[in-house]
C-alpha cells in the first residue's frame, strides 16, 4: 500500500467544498481544510505508485475549484 498527502490549492471561498468533496473519493482517507499556502490537506492511498497518480490525476484533479495540488508520497526510512 501507497499512502501520500496531497496539498491543494483552491479557488477563493472554495475550500471548504472541495475538502468535502474530495473526502467522498474512494481511497482519500482524510481531507482537512486548512490555512498557509495550501488551503486542504488529502491524505490518500492506493495498492502501487501507478494508482496513487490515477487517483490524484483522474479523481481529485478533477474536483472544481481545484488549482493546483502537490503530491507528497510517504516513505519509511
Do not use: F
Amino acid at each position: 500500500m501507497v499512502q501520500a498527502y496531497n496539498q491543494i490549492q483552491t479557488e477563493v471561498g472554495k475550500a471548504a467544498q472541495v475538502a468535502k468533496e474530495v473526502a467522498a473519493i474512494k481511497g482519500v482517507t482524510d481531507a482537512e481544510d486548512v490555512t498557509g499556502p495550501y488551503d486542504v490537506i488529502v491524505r490518500a492511498e492506493a495498492r502501487n505508485v501507478d494508482d496513487l497518480g490515477k487517483l490524484v490525476v483522474a479523481k481529485i484533479q478533477a474536483v472544481e475549484g481545484i488549482t493546483r495540488t502537490l503530491t507528497c508520497p510517504v516513505v519509511h526510512l
